[in-house]
């Protein structure tokens, strides 16, 4: 199944199932409900944040869950909450101050621009403790400063001010540092913009083309790290997430049947005990073994010998012949 908007669940809209229905069994692992107009936006937008006009299942899945989970359900360019003394806390690992390389420091940055001029001043402010005695005109200059300015934003949560200059600054019209305070927070309510950015930080990210063939096989652990720069969230969280979700959806959108004549094998008259072979070595293909399109087979009735959609879908995805399984 390819999507190419918004879509239905056995006839109710995905927001009012995954709020409804879904997300009752699941609480443990999707905590907010989302927003109705914030998701139906988006799925307007499915070529500017993904690049193409439709989307197979698992890379729905993929974005949904990042985007879920950054934006707290909402699917909206938000910005990363917190004062400016949060985004000076160093707490490692989880919470690291953002005053620090790659970004520029805040006392070498506000020396530059004549606010502040004091060896003791500078040293305070490329500190990670926030200098709370700085007077407030000093404290409210900062805000400039790579540490705030570069903080999380959009439906991927971008940070560093490498990432913004290398996946924002190609849609600017003028340099990301001529803009003021206002202008650069003004500018980050453009949802369009916020869905280029995240398409642009996916495809320009080290081994793009890996994370999006590893989406497609149901391992989602290599972009949520990618993405958050986390492995105990990509594998704790965002991978049972996926895993919880896509699960959810085949069954909802009846994946698990499929009338034999579109399937693959039609007019191959293959025996139960042939099409539990093919299930039993695309199970055990070294090329795709371990994965949750494996595991898909596995709880839609295993090598049960029943061709249903499970098994057409994860035969789909292996890209070889019917003949190649039967060996």
Not at 26 to 36: A, M, R, V, W, Y
Not at 172 to 195: G, R
């Amino acid at each position: 199944m390819n999507i190419t908007n918004n879509f239905q669940i056995q006839n109710i809209d995905f927001t009012d199932w995954f709020n409804g229905f879904f997300r009752t069994k699941n609480g443990f692992l999707f905590q907010n409900f989302i927003s109705k107009n914030g998701f139906y936006n988006l799925m307007q937008k499915i070529e500017l944040f993904a690049g193409k006009s439709e989307i197979t299942l698992q890379e729905f899945v993929a974005h949904f869950c990042i985007m879920y989970n950054e934006t707290g359900g909402q699917f909206l360019p938000m910005r990363e909450m917190g004062d400016s003394a949060y985004f000076f806390l160093h707490n490692p690992p989880q919470k690291s101050t953002y005053n620090c390389n790659p970004n520029f420091l805040a006392g070498n940055q506000l020396k530059a621009w004549g606010i502040i001029q004091s060896d003791a001043d500078v040293n305070a402010w490329n500190s990670f403790v926030f200098p709370h005695n700085a007077p407030l005109h000093v404290k409210k200059a900062s805000e400039r400063c790579d540490y705030f300015r570069f903080r999380g934003w959009g439906l991927n949560q971008l940070t560093w001010r490498a990432n913004y200059v290398l996946h924002l600054q190609p849609f600017l019209p003028k340099k990301i540092d001529e803009y003021s305070d206002t202008e650069f927070e003004l500018m980050l309510n453009d949802f369009d913009l916020a869905c280029k950015v995240y398409h642009h930080f996916l495809t320009n990210s080290q081994n793009a083309n890996y994370l999006l063939s590893e989406i497609q096989k149901g391992n989602f652990v290599p972009y949520g790290y990618v993405v958050s720069g986390w492995w105990a969230y990509a594998t704790d969280k965002y991978q049972p997430r996926c895993n919880a979700l896509l699960k959810a959806l085949l069954e909802g959108l009846h994946l698990n049947k499929l009338p034999e004549n579109t399937t693959s094998i039609h007019g191959k008259n293959l025996t139960k005990a042939q099409i539990k072979i093919i299930q039993n070595n695309i199970m055990q293909d070294k090329e795709w073994g371990n994965t949750d399109i494996v595991r898909l087979i596995m709880e839609n009735g295993g090598a049960d010998g029943v061709w249903g959609k499970a098994t057409e879908y994860a035969f789909s995805l292996t890209g070889k012949e019917i003949e190649y399984f039967l060996k």
